[in-house]
């Protein structure tokens, strides 16, 4: 799966869409790859705020249950409810249909630290390397 | 292929339907003789409690429920049964003789509403076992109450908070390795705190530096396992706990792992400052399904005030009690005096083996650890490739270039007889295969399972797709984990 230039990246594997005010936030191919098969999602409920680089809720997998962390600091908009009965969407379509939330953004300044997507996978290639 | 299987133990290969599905309408366990006295109303006697019948109650005699039963107790798998190599865990034998002495009259059946003069001597077996904690420990005082490794966790941290809110700021941070286990950041937050977690070096050990950036007077203190939960000595202990008390914080110990250091290393000497311990790993005490488990905690003379009320003191006449008058203290955390059978077990264990015994256990279980990883790292990678303590973790990188991850060759091991390893931990190793043999283990033993996952390793490279399956030789194949954790079927129904 190739990763979408629309999107920026995190170094935890976190991507966001900004459309204007609003940034919808979801994990990438890489993390639910990383993770396996996903078996419950936990997200912050609408109104709740968050924190830049800070854990937002939690994806659970067969293996492991993981912190997933904010790309961007704001208040949340609305939550992917169809996870809670759907989490496998995260795995078929983490770029798309397997989002988590849509944040209105604090601080559109803080999405210029994210990475691009060519530089999220020239990250991935270096983080392979042994 | 299956010809491979040299060491697997005979499964009964039957799967055993459920009790409810052998139920046959109108069967009788037993018959009862004819009512000689008068009759009364269930209805009357019992109001709204009252039932005709329970629906789906199963109708069996008494030698097919005696047969279910036994036959699935044969299904265990323990210690008893085979090497339990779950790393972490310390899955040792547990001796027989320390059931012998739980067992013993003025033990087993000492109430615990006795009252004192009564119950001299079970308050000296307590005392006498906290007293030996401490002597292994280097610590200065011990509490045996809490009922497991989590709780001694959760009781320390109580600790450090009462502790330091008489500082005069309990802080708002504890810092926790990336390799820790599970319990410490749940044992953090329940407690209260916050986690920030530390980043392992290339070792696998504390980053000095990361810990100086980390250590700030937010921070109450480093919540830590020693050896780590690669196996891995952290030699610069001292250096990391002149450093968090320095900045005014303190350093709670993780016991779990103290398998690796009794009779050789104490962690007060290295500067825990409290710790707990596992009788139900360390101490040979039973692990889960006979248990219960104990979990006392050890702390230095400055923590002893808030150590869980009753302490046991021993008086200038030589008697015992135990002492409720304890201001400090962070309160009761179990009934009673925590789980007395174990710390009996425990305490037949330490003396059984007297100090030199004890550390013998140490040195044969640090031994068959590097022994397995050994014999084994030719064939599965060494992510942190170092001599290990008590356990050893390899990572499953060559196999996974042929699709079959740690989870896969843990089932498999399965078809050779074995209990797997523990896999997918700790997080820090990517497909982490963990091994803790203990000192329980005999060399033919660790042999066979050496051979076994060696065998296992040849079987990815001709054919992944044969360990992919397994378990073969089980009663029920491998089972859909990802179905049952996404859409669990809770109730049996007709």
Known sequence: MSYPTELLYTKDHEWVRVEGEVGTVGITDYAQKELGDIVFVELPRPGDAVTAGESFGTLESVKAVSDVFAPVTGTVEAVNAKLQDQPEMVNADPHGQGWLMRVRLANRAETEKLMLADTYETYLQEAKAP | ?494
């Open chain 2, 1 to 494: 292929m299956k010809n491979r299987i040299r060491t697997a133990r005979p499964h009964v290969n039957r799967n055993e339907a459920l009790i409810f599905e052998r139920s046959t309408p109108g069967k009788r366990g037993v018959d009862l003789p004819p009512l000689d006295v008068p009759p009364a109303s269930p209805r009357e006697a019992l109001g709204d409690s009252y039932r005709e019948a329970i629906e789906g109650f199963p109708e069996v005699s008494e030698l097919e429920v005696v047969r279910h039963f036994t036959r699935l107790s044969t299904w265990n798998y323990g210690v008893d049964t085979g090497l339990y190599p779950l790393g972490s865990c310390t899955m040792k034998y547990n001796p027989r003789v320390n059931e012998a002495v739980a067992r013993l009259e003025g033990l087993a059946s000492d109430h615990p509403y006795a009252p004192e003069p009564l119950a001299q001597g079970c308050l000296e077996v307590l005392h006498e076992t906290a007293r030996c904690l401490a002597e292994i420990s280097g610590m200065d005082a011990v509490s045996l109450q809490p009922a497991a490794g989590a709780q001694g966790e959760l009781t320390g941290i109580l600790m450090m908070r009462a502790c330091l809110a008489e500082r005069g700021n309990p802080r708002q941070y504890i810092l926790i390795p990336d390799s820790a286990h599970g319990t410490n950041p749940a044992s953090v937050t329940i407690s209260g705190y916050q986690i920030r977690n530390l980043k392992s070096n290339e070792r696998g050990c504390i980053d000095l530096a990361e810990l100086s950036r980390a250590m700030t007077g937010e921070v109450a203190g480093l919540m830590l396992t020693n050896p780590n939960t690669l196996g891995i000595f952290e030699t610069q202990m001292r250096e990391i706990s002149d450093l968090v008390h320095a900045r005014g914080g303190l350093v709670y110990m993780d016991g779990a792992n103290m398998n690796a250091l009794i009779g050789v290393a104490r962690p007060a000497d290295f500067g825990a400052d409290l710790m707990h311990l596992n009788l139900h790993k360390t101490f040979t005490t039973p692990h889960g399904g006979g248990g219960p488990g104990s979990g006392p905690v050890a702390v230095k003379t400055f923590l002893e005030p808030y150590l869980p009320s009753p302490t046991i003191e021993k008086l200038s006449d030589g008697s015992f009690r135990l002492n409720h008058d304890r201001p400090k203290s962070v309160g009761r955390v179990r009934a009673f005096y925590g789980n007395f059978g174990m710390a009996v077990r425990a305490l037949a264990y330490i003396l059984a083996n007297g100090a030199e015994g004890l550390r013998q256990t140490t040195e044969d279980a640090v031994l068959n650890a590097n022994y397995v990883l050994a014999r084994l790292r030719d064939v599965y990678d060494v992510p942190y490739d170092q001599p290990c303590l008590h356990e050893c973790v390899l990572s499953d990188r060559r196999q996974a270039a042929r699709g079959v991850r740690t989870g896969d060759i843990a089932k498999r091991l399965i078809d050779y007889g074995f209990h797997p390893y523990t896999t997918s931990f700790p997080l820090i190793v990517h497909g982490a295969m963990m091994i803790e043999p203990t000192e329980s283990a005999s060399q033919d033993e660790l042999d066979e399972f050496i051979e076994a996952l060696r065998s296992i390793a040849e079987e990815i490279e001709e054919d992944p797709g044969f360990v992919l399956k397994a378990p073969h030789t089980t009663r029920v194949a491998r089972l859909d984990e990802v179905g049952a954790a996404r859409k669990p079927i809770l109730r049996w129904k007709p």
